[in-house]
């Protein structure tokens, strides 16, 4: 709800800061279910962008899992970085070779997330 977010915001400027760690952890929940909409509200709210969720991945890492360009392209688009790690050892380029390779997702669309972060500075 963008409009109680962000009247809530208004009275309590602070109230991002003061989340919980399993709050905070919306974020890349929210990017690994697809809510581009949800994300990109959080963002602009000022939640952090490389806060980590399952397997200690943050949202980026997420969205390229999934394929995700318009993900991907947003949370590059505020500050996320292709080298975020993830708790495989990996990055967000691992992340999305492993799944397009292993368990791809059907509307994923892989080649567009690798450039994307190829074009963030990711080796190809």
């Known amino acids: 709800d ?6 809530h915001l208004a009275t309590h ?10 709050e905070l952890r919306l974020l890349p929940d929210q990017a690994q279910r697809g809510r581009v909409g949800a994300v990109k509200l959080m963002l602009e709210l000022g939640w952090p962008v490389a806060v980590k969720g399952d397997w200690d991945a ?11 360009a318009a993900m991907v392209r947003l949370l590059l688009a505020h500050g996320s970085r292709w080298d975020e790690p993830n708790g495989f050892g990996g990055d967000a380029m691992g992340s999305c070779r492993f799944a397009q390779h ?3 997702q059907p509307a ?3 080649d567009t997330v690798a450039a994307l972060l190829m074009a963030a500075g990711a080796p190809a």
Do not use: C, K, M, V
């Not at 963008?2 to 009247?7: D, I, T």
């Open 13 to 22: 400027p602070q109230a991002i800061a003061q989340l919980t760690p399993h």
């Open 2 to 7: 963008e409009a109680a977010a962000r009247a």
């Open 108 to 110: 994923g669309d892989y």
């Open 102 to 104: 292993n368990q791809p």
């Open 58 to 68: 943050s949202a980026l890492n997420q969205a390229a899992f999934r394929g995700d």
